[in-house]
């Protein structure tokens, strides 16, 4: 596609939705280089498989990936398996846990399907950073570890912030930036793709190919979506994230609970409107912002499963929450003939995920039977003849029914 367009056309292409292109001629130069070599751009996109889900945050520069691809380049998805046994401490206030092999593997195992939603995986160069970082020697930790300065790692905000405040920063976390600067060596990154969070980290990508006597890569930043609570970006960790997998009501529930503010911004970095478009949707949102992320919902859950699916979803949701109706399909779960403690009850069925969340939830007034707010948390669930109805929430129903052994 690229050789039909200018490069001024490939560039506005590129640029779309982008926080920072750095250095922009850089970018030129590389465009112009790969038409007339015929070699296309190698554009990185590195994630640790910490969590075995993807959600719409991932996917704003999955979608940027996909431009480059429309455009004949090659994206290259690197698993950080290795470093995601170190844990990228960007953005973090504290050291971040470490996960064991196995976990890492388990999680990378989703991933690919996951993507797939969104590139032409076929087209994909896939690589895990253990194939060099693990066969690194003491000798090369130290060749790598002599590119940079400590004072310049210590510049980097979220370093800087816990040295102000004396909070502890590990070896292995300064020499995080380092290895994943080291996987654009390693397959010779043109472009590295990822959100604002990354900056720091692609620089030192561009000292270390430098470094080691390579042309160093472009930077590409995209925004940070913030999640469902519209304050912080959107993460597993925090509860607020919508994931791309996750079943077509469930999208459509959590996209609908995001703040009015957000709507336009989802627009815009998810569902990739332009300016004019952007312009109507401002528009209905002072006319009538509950059918504009109706719209969005809608439009969000229909791009990543099928328009019907997105139709049932909407269908469900007016149904239990415009009409006060039950959900048509609940998950059914057997409680003891003499009940169950509630908080227990909770965790069991997956509704908390520990005791704790579930004594809060109960608290907190959001736990309902049969439509009767339960709040003491040593209450004792007794489903009816009949069953009995558990909500959590706004968005989470259960039917509970009465063992019979």
Known sequence: MADRLSIEDELRIIKK??????????????????????????????????????????????????????????????????????????????????????????????????????LDVEKVEIRYNSEWLGKMTARDVIELAATYTVSRMLERDDFAKRFKNEIPIYIHEILYPLFQGYDSYAIEADVEVGGTDQT?????????????????????????????????????????????????????????????????????LVLYYDEDQLEEVRRQMEENPRDTKARLAYEIVKLFYSESEARRAAEEFDRVFREKQLPSEMPEFYVPAEGKNIVDLLVEIGFAKSKSEGRRLVSQGGVRVDGERVTDIEAIIVPGENGSVLKVGKRRFARLLRSKS
């Open 17 to 118: 939705n982008v926080v920072d292109l750095l250095p922009e001629d850089e970018m030129v130069e590389k465009l112009k280089r790969s038409r007339q070599t015929g070699r296309p751009l190698r554009i990185k996109f590195g994630a640790d498989p910490t969590r075995p889900d993807l959600h719409l945050g991932h996917y704003v520069a999955l979608r940027k990936l996909k431009d480059f691809q429309d455009l004949g380049h090659k994206v290259v998805f690197i698993i950080g398996d290795f470093t995601g046994l170190i844990g990228d401490p960007s953005g973090r206030s504290k050291t971040r846990p470490r996960l064991s092999e196995e976990e890492v593997r388990e999680n990378a195992k989703t991933y690919f399907e996951q993507v797939g939603r969104v």
């Open 200 to 268: 720091f980290n692609f620089l030192v990508g561009r000292e270390v190919q430098k470094a080691f006597g390579q042309e160093p890569q472009v930077i590409l930043t995209v925004p940070l979506l913030e999640g469902t609570d519209g304050k912080q970006k959107m993460s597993k960790s925090l509860d607020n994230y919508i994931g791309i997998s996750e079943p077509p009501g469930e999208i459509y529930g959590k996209v609908m609970s995001i703040p009015d503010e957000l709507v336009v911004k989802y627009f815009k």
